[in-house]
């Protein structure tokens, strides 16, 4: 026997008379005449090449093949129902899979308020999160792996050919041993002093492949005050960066928000008011490829959590 074509409607009549075991009440809930149910039930086993009832004047009974496919036949039944419902949810972005990158300082403070948010709203989206580095994600777009993902970069260098909503600018700050001579004399020096003597410390920092537009602001500050800066040490994650800071391997800038991470023997030190603007600012930005109509990230992406903020810079 081919493989052959089943019609849906075909399976319902099934169905309906499984459950009355009587052709005249399955016709009539069908809205049919019985002869035209009783030559589909025929046609359906012919095609099956099993008998599907015994069939006698007094009675109508499954047989054993009968019973053995009700359930798939209902559960097949119970999803063709589904199906308009689910194209018209997918449509609008409430079902579906979304795949969000994000790098580790949102994880501090944004981004469990903001996954908590869609979860409630979009209960029947399955929301995969993917800690990585920006230029992982980058990578992992090119390939199809992301829809949407949290990036750092300094201002006005989101990357390109992205949709792009800007979450939150700050400043950098600086993470020192908490032994280290700075904070003690981070009241009492000028902000001039301050600065040079940070400047001429060794420096831990990450890559410049991870956030280039960062790498090359934060080098950029070292050369406007003459300086070259003393690279001791790259780490990719932020966590690293300040553990190794806590090890006393030398000072690292970071934005604002890692100040939320604690770690025994790392102090946190704003750059005095009078010289912050010197000091280069990050945002972060969620982004998609603009190429890309998801309406999956459509919607997360005006799904920010209220009262949302992120300090800007002053």
Same mark, same amino acid.
């Given at each position: 026997?081919?493989? =052959?074509?089943?019609?849906?409607?075909?399976?319902?009549?099934?169905?309906?008379?499984?459950?009355?075991?009587?052709? &005249?009440?399955?016709?009539?809930?069908?809205?049919?005449?019985?002869?035209?149910?009783?030559?589909?039930?025929?046609?359906?086993? !012919?095609?099956?090449?099993?008998?599907?009832?015994?069939?006698?004047?007094?009675?109508?009974?499954?047989?054993?093949?009968?019973?053995?496919?009700?359930?798939?036949?209902?559960?097949?039944?119970?999803?063709?129902?589904?199906?308009?419902?689910?194209?018209?949810?997918?449509?609008?972005? +409430?079902?579906?899979?979304?795949?969000? &990158?994000?790098?580790?300082?949102?994880?501090?403070?944004?981004?469990? =308020?903001?996954?908590?948010?869609?979860?409630?709203?979009?209960?029947?989206?399955?929301?995969?999160?993917?800690?990585?580095?920006?230029?992982?994600?980058?990578?992992?777009?090119?390939?199809?792996?992301?829809?949407?993902?949290?990036?750092?970069?300094?201002? &006005?260098? =989101?990357?390109?050919?992205?949709?792009?909503?800007?979450?939150?600018?700050?400043?950098?700050?600086?993470?020192?041993?908490?032994?280290?001579?700075? /904070?003690?004399?981070?009241?009492?020096?000028?902000?001039?002093?301050?600065?040079?003597?940070?400047?001429?410390?060794?420096?831990?920092?990450?890559?410049?492949?991870?956030?280039?537009?960062?790498?090359?602001?934060?080098?950029?500050?070292?050369?406007?005050?003459?300086?070259?800066?003393? /690279?001791? +040490?790259?780490?990719?994650?932020?966590?690293?960066?300040?553990?190794?800071?806590?090890?006393?391997? &030398?000072? !690292?800038?970071?934005?604002?928000?890692?100040?939320?991470?604690?770690?025994?023997?790392?102090?946190?030190? =704003?750059?005095?008011?009078?010289?912050?603007?010197?000091?280069?600012?990050?945002?972060?930005?969620?982004?998609?490829?603009?190429?890309?109509?998801?309406?999956?990230?459509?919607?997360?992406?005006?799904?920010?959590?209220?009262?949302?903020?992120?300090?800007?810079?002053?």
């Amino acid at each position: 026997m081919k493989d =052959a074509t089943i019609e849906l409607r075909v399976w319902r009549q099934f169905a309906v008379l499984a459950e009355e075991l009587h052709f &005249g009440r399955a016709a009539q809930r069908l809205h049919m005449t019985q002869p035209p149910l009783t030559q589909a039930i025929a046609q359906l086993e !012919a095609t099956l090449q099993v008998r599907l009832f015994d069939r006698t004047r007094r009675s109508v009974k499954l047989t054993e093949a009968g019973r053995a496919i009700l359930d798939d036949v209902l559960g097949l039944l119970a999803r063709a129902q589904q199906l308009p419902w689910r194209a018209r949810a997918a449509a609008q972005g +409430q079902t579906g899979l979304l795949r969000l &990158g994000f790098v580790s300082t949102i994880g501090f403070d944004v981004l469990p =308020a903001w996954v908590q948010a869609f979860r409630t709203q979009y209960p029947q989206v399955q929301l995969e999160l993917i800690e990585a580095t920006g230029d992982v994600q980058l990578q992992a777009f090119e390939r199809g792996e992301l829809d949407a993902g949290f990036m750092l970069h300094s201002p &006005g260098f =989101a990357p390109p050919d992205f949709a792009c909503r800007r979450i939150s600018a700050e400043p950098l700050v600086l993470a020192l041993p908490a032994q280290h001579p700075l /904070v003690a004399q981070a009241s009492t020096l000028s902000s001039s002093a301050f600065l040079a003597q940070a400047l001429a410390e060794p420096l831990v920092i990450f890559p410049r492949r991870i956030v280039p537009s960062l790498h090359d602001a934060i080098f950029g500050l070292y050369h406007a005050q003459g300086r070259s800066p003393q /690279v001791v +040490q790259e780490a990719i994650q932020m966590q690293t960066i300040i553990n190794l800071v806590s090890a006393g391997l &030398g000072l !690292a800038w970071v934005p604002r928000s890692v100040t939320q991470f604690r770690r025994e023997g790392v102090v946190y030190q =704003a750059l005095p008011a009078s010289r912050r603007p010197l000091v280069p600012t990050c945002e972060t930005s969620l982004l998609w490829p603009s190429a890309v109509q998801s309406p999956v990230v459509a919607c997360f992406a005006v799904c920010a959590p209220p009262g949302l903020s992120r300090v800007e810079p002053d």
